[in-house]
């Protein structure tokens, strides 16, 4: 997983104005956090296709965070995007965009989902998930990235005399087995030891002299780009 900081050079995630968009392994699109001024052409510059875009978490209702929304949603609607795009924010989000698209009159050819922020899981794509902790002043995001099963150990398979088959699959996901002759086999003898995992929690914060911080493991990288 990597996640990529668009409009700032500085320490990562330092105010609510910070924009980024977090890209995952195993996922062909982005999840796009805040919209500043002229974000398409940062995309442009780290080689990000637009239609690549299928979550936009707006942190807070500010025109810092809001100034390319509406020019990314016609570009998106113009390179003939077919999928959904989910949109979380505030609750003023859905009738800013509603304004914006009256008297732009615009129309989205595809389908656009608002979702207002509340405290609970506001996304869970692909066991990659986000809970959101609605707080006074500020939103604190947890997200939370897949454990890795391991790699399968094929040989050990081969010693225990277990044909090649759906079994094997079985055994990765960790389900565990009882041979007719009333031998066990546990899955854990057949993956290597699996990794933690990986829970990033992400603080915006409109108080500038509270903590922020951001954890993260060694899967994780974070780049910064004027």
């Known amino acids: 997983m990597k996640v990529i900081c668009l409009n700032r050079n500085d320490l990562f995630l330092k105010n609510t104005k ?9 996922l062909k699109t982005i ?6 001024e002229g974000c398409q052409h940062y995309l442009m510059k780290q080689k990000i296709k ?3 875009v299928s979550k936009i978490i707006i942190t807070e209702m500010n025109i810092y965070n809001i100034s390319g929304l509406p020019g ?11 999928n959904a795009v989910h949109l979380y924010g505030p609750k003023d989000l859905a009738k800013y965009l509603e304004l914006t698209k009256k008297y732009s009159k615009t129309n989205f050819r595809y389908n656009l989902y608002f979702h207002p922020l509340k405290t609970n899981y506001i996304i869970k794509d692909h066991q990659y998930q986000i809970y959101c902790l609605k707080k006074f002043i500020h939103f604190e995001f947890i997200m939370t990235v897949p454990k890795n099963k391991g790699k399968f150990q094929l040989n050990n398979a081969k010693q225990w005399q277990i044909k090649i088959g759906p079994l094997y699959g079985k055994l990765k996901k960790g389900y565990d087995f009882i041979l007719p002759d009333g031998m066990p086999i546990n899955s854990k003898n057949f993956t290597k030891k699996e990794k933690k995992e990986n829970q990033i929690s992400l603080l915006f914060s409109q108080d500038l002299s509270q903590t922020r911080q951001i954890r993260y493991w060694k899967t994780l990288t974070i780049k910064t780009i004027i």
């Not at 910070?18 to 195993?26: A, D, E, R």
Request: charged share 15%; with cysteine.
């Open 18 to 26: 910070t924009c980024f968009y977090c890209k995952f392994k195993n």
């Open 31 to 36: 999840w796009l956090f805040n919209c500043c």
């Open 50 to 52: 637009i239609s690549q």
């Open 72 to 82: 990314l949603l016609s570009s998106l609607s113009l390179s003939n995007k077919k």
